[in-house]
């Protein structure tokens, strides 16, 4: 049966973005530094075209979140700076003409526009009819693979709250920001239980993966 997997970098003190998020900050100010475990990786780089990189224990964990996924979902700010009503459709997103999905990806979104194709077989489909509409769809688009729920931190935390999410696989950074977006904030005490199933200390990170019971 087809799960969503909920994959995340976080800060140590619970922030997957940083503030003001802008086209110059994508993930907000301070956050790059989050994911400073990752851009090495010699699995970064084959996601991106590019050869080299490095190997190490992350390597394994990367590839794990990578296997069996047939689509993705993703919210607005995670796609792009673009709020409100589309202004037109020259915004593609943030990965340029052949974006690191190659699969079905479904944007949450109140504001309407049309599929959007690109290389590599990666179509970003826009969805304005709630998170339940978008999970069936992906379901449906993953053919029986799993569905990778991307982020950011507004959609993590709507899909935890419905009890949609079957897998929270987290990546924990020892990086402090403040402020930002922060994941599981305006969930209710005691409504997510979780099981271990797995912990890695890698360079610059540790990764903690649970099974939501």
Do not use: C
């Given at each position: 049966m087809s799960k969503l997997r909920l994959t995340i970098t976080m800060s140590l003190d619970g922030y997957v973005a940083g503030p003001r998020q802008s086209e110059e900050h994508p993930l907000g100010e301070g956050a790059m530094a989050l994911h400073e475990w990752f851009f090495p990786l010699k699995a970064f780089r084959e996601m991106h075209g590019e050869q080299g990189g490095e190997i190490n224990a992350s390597s394994e964990v990367v590839e794990e979140r990578r296997a069996n996924i047939g689509a993705t979902?993703?919210?607005r700010n995670m796609f792009g700076p673009i709020r409100g009503p589309w202004p037109?459709?020259?915004?593609?997103?943030?990965?340029?003409?052949?974006?690191?999905?190659?699969?079905?990806?479904?944007?949450?979104?109140?504001?309407?526009?049309?599929?959007?194709?690109?290389?590599?077989?990666?179509?970003?489909?826009?969805?304005?009819?709630?998170?339940?509409?978008?999970?069936?769809?992906?379901?449906?688009?993953?053919?029986?693979?799993?569905?990778?729920?991307?982020?950011?931190?507004?959609?993590?935390?709507?899909y935890l709250a419905a009890g949609l999410v079957d897998e929270v696989d987290l990546s924990i950074?020892?990086?402090?920001?403040?402020?930002?977006?922060?994941?599981?904030?305006?969930?209710?005490?005691?409504?997510?239980?979780?099981?271990?199933?797995?912990?890695?200390?890698a360079p610059g990170v540790t990764h903690i993966k649970y099974r939501v019971a």
């Amino acid at each position: 049966m087809s799960k969503l997997r909920l994959t995340i970098t976080m800060s140590l003190d619970g922030y997957v973005a940083g503030p003001r998020q802008s086209e110059e900050h994508p993930l907000g100010e301070g956050a790059m530094a989050l994911h400073e475990w990752f851009f090495p990786l010699k699995a970064f780089r084959e996601m991106h075209g590019e050869q080299g990189g490095e190997i190490n224990a992350s390597s394994e964990v990367v590839e794990e979140r990578r296997a069996n996924i047939g689509a993705t979902i993703m919210g607005r700010n995670m796609f792009g700076p673009i709020r409100g009503p589309w202004p037109d459709e020259s915004w593609r997103g943030w990965w340029g003409e052949d974006p690191p999905y190659h699969h079905p990806v479904f944007v949450l979104t109140h504001h309407e526009r049309r599929p959007l194709e690109m290389q590599g077989g990666t179509t970003f489909h826009f969805v304005t009819d709630g998170i339940e509409s978008a999970l069936r769809q992906a379901k449906a688009a993953a053919q029986g693979r799993d569905v990778w729920l991307a982020g950011g931190a507004s959609a993590a935390n709507q899909y935890l709250a419905a009890g949609l999410v079957d897998e929270v696989d987290l990546s924990i950074a020892p990086v402090i920001l403040g402020a930002g977006e922060r994941l599981f904030e305006g969930l209710a005490r005691d409504s997510l239980k979780l099981e271990q199933v797995r912990a890695v200390d890698a360079p610059g990170v540790t990764h903690i993966k649970y099974r939501v019971a």
